[in-house]
């Protein structure tokens, strides 16, 4: 079965979607919506065989199986309120700016029985499920320590660095953990003249004394994307925004030592959308969304409230 789609929002990340929307051969893309024409103008040159719209209410969405959503974060709460009555909808991170809104559309989702899901893309990537395996099979022992660094991105007028690159972090977190902090502390401010905090110093507690600092900024020269895991036997540094070679792992024989031994394992480099794609066509075949079941956005958007 091939699923239709509908796109709302073709600016910065609605293009990337479609890519990989169009590169499976699960779903059919058969509309695109944007307010803007010039954007329009843009995706008509690459999805020509797709209809376009200036108006999502335009839009029959019970004829269609999937909507995504790539537009501004204020908008995301009553758009997705909208589709859920008629479509199985993804869209953006993160879901809606506050617990009580996700809250509702996860009751509107149930209610329809229409899923729900979310773009936290690194869930998806194959470093972070390499390094979930390492921590289920406690390879290196005791986690004790992560470190994640999330430096440039485009400055936003809708919502905060928080909002916008700390929630990558807290749902890498929660994926990995399985679990929320039980002690947060932050400090955000303006590096620069914008209206929201463009960068923030985060330090969350877990249990088990596992320790976590995050620090996001918007303003930076060079874009970096770097977690670091520390174990008790070893350090896994992960860099996604190398080709290749995203992961490196440092093992030591025990903790009397400071000599590591470098390892460059294999890991799925396939894209982290291309992955979250093939797994809502998998859950909308199946029946199931193992993923965003249960607290899962309810809990990313506490901590990021809470921060």
């Given at each position: 079965m091939?699923?239709?789609?509908?796109?709302?929002?073709?600016?910065?990340?609605?293009?990337?979607?479609?890519r990989?929307?169009?590169?499976?051969?699960?779903?059919?893309?058969?509309?695109?919506?944007?307010?803007?024409?010039?954007?329009?103008?843009?995706?008509?040159?690459?999805?020509?065989?797709?209809?376009?719209?200036?108006?999502?209410?335009?839009?029959?969405?019970?004829k269609?199986?999937?909507?995504?959503i790539?537009?501004?974060?204020?908008?995301?709460?009553?758009?997705a309120?909208?589709?859920?009555?008629?479509?199985?909808?993804?869209?953006?991170?993160?879901?809606?700016?506050?617990k009580?809104?996700?809250?509702?559309?996860?009751?509107?989702?149930?209610?329809?029985?229409?899923?729900?899901?979310?773009?936290?893309?690194?869930?998806?990537?194959?470093?972070?499920?390499?390094?979930?395996?390492?921590?289920?099979?406690?390879?290196?022992?005791?986690?004790?320590?992560?470190?994640?660094?999330?430096?440039?991105?485009?400055?936003?007028?809708?919502?905060?660095?928080?909002?916008?690159?700390?929630?990558?972090?807290?749902?890498?977190?929660?994926?990995?953990?399985?679990?929320?902090?039980?002690k947060?502390?932050?400090?955000?401010?303006?590096?620069?003249?914008?209206?929201?905090?463009?960068?923030a110093?985060?330090?969350?507690?877990?249990?088990?004394?596992?320790?976590?600092?995050?620090?996001?900024?918007?303003?930076?020269?060079?874009?970096?994307?770097?977690?670091?895991?520390?174990?008790?036997?070893?350090?896994?540094i992960?860099?996604?925004?190398?080709?290749?070679?995203?992961?490196?792992?440092f093992?030591?024989?025990?903790?009397?030592?400071?000599?590591?031994?470098?390892?460059?394992?294999?890991?799925?480099?396939?894209?982290?959308?291309?992955?979250?794609?093939?797994?809502?066509?998998?859950?909308?075949?199946?029946?199931?969304?193992?993923?965003?079941?249960?607290?899962?956005?309810?809990?990313?958007?506490?901590?990021?409230?809470?921060?």
């Amino acid at each position: 079965m091939i699923y239709k789609v509908a796109i709302i929002g073709y600016g910065y990340w609605g293009p990337k979607l479609a890519r990989n929307i169009q590169n499976s051969n699960q779903f059919k893309i058969d509309y695109i919506v944007d307010k803007s024409k010039k954007n329009l103008n843009n995706a008509k040159k690459n999805f020509p065989l797709s209809k376009f719209l200036t108006n999502y209410k335009r839009l029959d969405a019970s004829k269609i199986d999937l909507v995504i959503i790539s537009t501004p974060t204020i908008t995301h709460y009553q758009l997705a309120k909208y589709f859920l009555k008629y479509s199985n909808v993804l869209i953006e991170k993160p879901l809606a700016l506050n617990k009580y809104d996700v809250r509702k559309l996860e009751n509107i989702s149930h209610k329809n029985k229409k899923k729900l899901f979310v773009d936290y893309p690194f869930i998806f990537s194959g470093s972070i499920r390499f390094i979930n395996d390492i921590i289920k099979k406690n390879k290196y022992g005791k986690l004790l320590e992560i470190e994640s660094f999330r430096e440039q991105a485009p400055i936003r007028k809708d919502s905060n660095v928080v909002w916008d690159l700390c929630v990558h972090d807290i749902s890498i977190l929660r994926f990995l953990l399985k679990s929320n902090p039980i002690k947060i502390k932050s400090i955000k401010y303006n590096t620069i003249k914008t209206k929201q905090k463009d960068t923030a110093y985060i330090n969350l507690n877990y249990r088990n004394n596992l320790k976590v600092f995050i620090k996001n900024s918007w303003i930076s020269p060079l874009k970096i994307r770097i977690m670091k895991f520390k174990f008790e036997r070893g350090i896994i540094i992960c860099d996604e925004n190398e080709p290749i070679y995203k992961l490196k792992v440092f093992t030591r024989k025990n903790n009397k030592t400071t000599i590591y031994k470098l390892e460059l394992p294999e890991i799925d480099l396939s894209e982290p959308l291309f992955n979250l794609i093939e797994y809502v066509a998998k859950s909308m075949k199946t029946n199931s969304n193992l993923i965003f079941k249960n607290s899962f956005n309810i809990d990313i958007t506490r901590v990021l409230e809470k921060i």
